[in-house]
């Protein structure tokens, strides 16, 4: 997408417009890299959004951000400074996706301050540092340790990011690249030696230039002088992109808007949603592959272990042979050979200084301690295959989250077991519901999460039916039947439902067990999802998708 620096130099003309003299009435954080600025200009309230995660972006949203419970020390250092303070100019570094917004404030005798609130949307190197008059950093959103080759740090000067390699598009040096690489191979080797281009702008560009027949410095120019004119273009009713101006090198539906924000503000509306998933789905696989790696680990060594003191029988049967031969040891002797009546071989055994006696209960108290050992290990090594087998069945719900909230569920499940540290006060969160269908008269109800296939069974009736695949994890699966004898055709669309929503889901003829939910028992303390059941019956299914078994969820 368009999210360049061309386009953000639209954008700062934009914002400085529409927010220039105004005030910075409140400032407040949404999470540790989304940040809100409430700006009161020109008799109206705006709110400039920052964010600066996954898609990372910044423009006026008309939409309200919801604080933390516990304001975060950025966004407590930010009040301190600018909280109060007025935007006198916001503008675009030439070519640089890095906004800027001169701000003058007051210290705590009253005195005026002047700030730079910079705003770099760089990817995943995108960040939001405030530096004081004299250019030296006060604090950023993310700190950038000395071991890079661009620290950012509180104290240390603001320099901007400047890849001396590539040529800014503007540059008669970019006339050469015309001439030098196929008209369809133009747009890629523009982002890769010009600076501040996305692939769509660098297209336009070369439109632009090949149309008229210019240089690619003049084609640039003759876009950067264009009108705002904002445009989101669409391919099947889904926003694709969007840009200050039509770009008619873009296929696909187009609807235009008054203000560049607006566009944005559409366009990440629609997009937002998935990449808001995506954000949560990778930091909770982040967490769930470290807890699985861990461990996995851990089991290793539980089994290396228990291997190295699996021989404690050996240092009993020592201990008895040297008893049992106490007779024929002369003093000073350095071995024992004896007849070891196990197994009907002669062995030997090695003495040391001390008297048999001595060397005997040496052997006895190896054998206490490696039998101690093996039992210790042994149940450490239950728990670490418990623990693994549950990790491995919050996998299987991760890979079928289907939105933000099955996402955020699972992410409060491994919070709630501790295997992620979650920083501050988690506010009150509404219950989610199970995935809801409805077939030939029966509701269908199928679990996202183990807390959730947990709290299904619970509410369930004891009359219900109660499915589950055979030997994998996955989903609960419950058929409310209120009283009614369940027709075989809907048993199987709820099992094929079944096997979709576990680890089988790519397999065939998947074993699901059935019951009536008064045979499903929980003991007290097993992890969550974990049941027992008593009566099963056992269909062969496919796994389908529930949406093609039942249609819409109700």
């Known amino acids: 997408m368009p999210a360049d620096a061309v386009n953000y130099g639209k954008l700062a003309c934009e914002l400085n417009d529409a927010l220039s003299d105004g005030r910075i009435d409140k400032i407040i954080m949404s999470g540790s890299t989304t940040l809100a600025l409430g700006i009161r200009a020109r008799g109206k309230n705006n709110t400039l959004l920052i964010t600066a995660a996954t898609s990372p972006r910044c423009f006026l949203t008309d939409k309200r951000l919801k604080s933390t419970d516990v304001p975060l020390s950025f966004c407590l250092h930010l009040r301190r400074h600018i909280g109060g303070g007025g935007i006198s100019r916001i503008y675009a570094l030439p070519f640089e996706r890095i906004l800027g917004v001169d701000i003058i404030s007051h210290g705590d005798l009253g005195e005026p301050r002047r700030y730079t609130l910079y705003i770099e949307i760089m990817g995943k190197y995108s960040n939001v540092v405030l530096t004081d008059e004299n250019g030296k950093i006060t604090d950023a959103l993310k700190h950038v340790g000395y071991e890079e080759s661009r620290p950012v740090m509180p104290g ?105 924000s607006a566009a944005m503000d559409e366009y990440y509306a629609s997009a937002g949603i998935a990449d808001e998933k995506t954000a949560v789905l990778s930091a909770v696989t982040r967490a769930l592959n470290s807890a699985l790696t861990k461990q996995r680990k851990k089991l290793a060594l539980f089994e290396r272990d228990i291997a190295a003191a699996s021989d404690y029988e050996h240092e009993r049967i020592l201990g008895e042979l040297i008893t049992a031969n106490l007779y024929s040891v002369k003093p000073g002797d350095k071995e024992l ?61 991760l890979q079928s989250a289907s939105d933000v909230a099955d996402a955020e569920d699972i992410e409060e499940e491994l919070e709630q077991q501790g295997y992620i540290r979650h920083n501050g006060k988690r506010g009150k969160k509404p219950v989610s519901e199970p995935h809801k269908y409805e077939t030939e008269g029966f509701t269908v109800l199928i679990g996202k999460s183990n807390v959730q296939n947990d709290r299904l069974t619970k509410e369930a009736r004891g009359d219900d039916m109660w499915l589950h695949t055979q030997g994998f994890h996955g989903s609960h699966v419950i058929i409310v039947t209120r009283g009614k004898t369940v027709p075989r055709s809907v048993l199987e669309k709820a099992a094929s439902a079944a096997a979709f929503f576990s680890k089988a889901r790519l397999s065939e003829n998947v074993p699901v067990d059935y019951t009536f939910v008064r045979d499903v028992h929980k003991k007290r303390g097993a992890a969550p999802g974990k049941v027992d059941y008593f009566g099963a019956k056992t269909i062969y299914v496919d796994p389908i998708s529930p949406d093609t078994l039942f249609g819409a969820k109700k």
Not at 183 to 195: A, C, G, I, Q, T
């Open 337 to 397: 050979v004896a007849d070891n009546w196990y197994d009907g071989k002669r062995v030997t055994i090695k003495l040391t200084e001390n008297t048999p006696q001595e060397d005997a209960q040496k052997h006895f108290a190896r054998y206490r301690k490696k039998m101690r050992t093996v039992d210790n290990l042994a149940q450490q090594k239950a728990e670490t295959e418990r623990a693994i087998d549950y990790l491995e069945s919050v996998e299987v719900s």
């Open 156 to 260: 240390l000067t603001f320099v901007p990011p400047r890849d001396e390699t590539r040529f800014d598009p503007s540059d008669e040096r970019a006339d050469a690249l015309a001439s030098s690489c196929p008209s369809d191979e133009l747009p890629s080797v523009m982002v890769k030696r010009l600076r501040g281009l996305s692939s769509v702008t660098a297209a336009e560009i070369a439109h632009i230039a090949a149309q008229g027949g210019m240089p690619l410095s003049a084609a640039c120019k003759a876009l950067t002088d264009k009108p705002i004119s904002p445009v989101v273009y669409y391919l099947g009713g889904k926003a694709t992109d969007f840009s200050f101006c039509d770009y008619e090198s873009v296929k696909g539906e187009r609807r235009a808007f008054p203000t560049l």
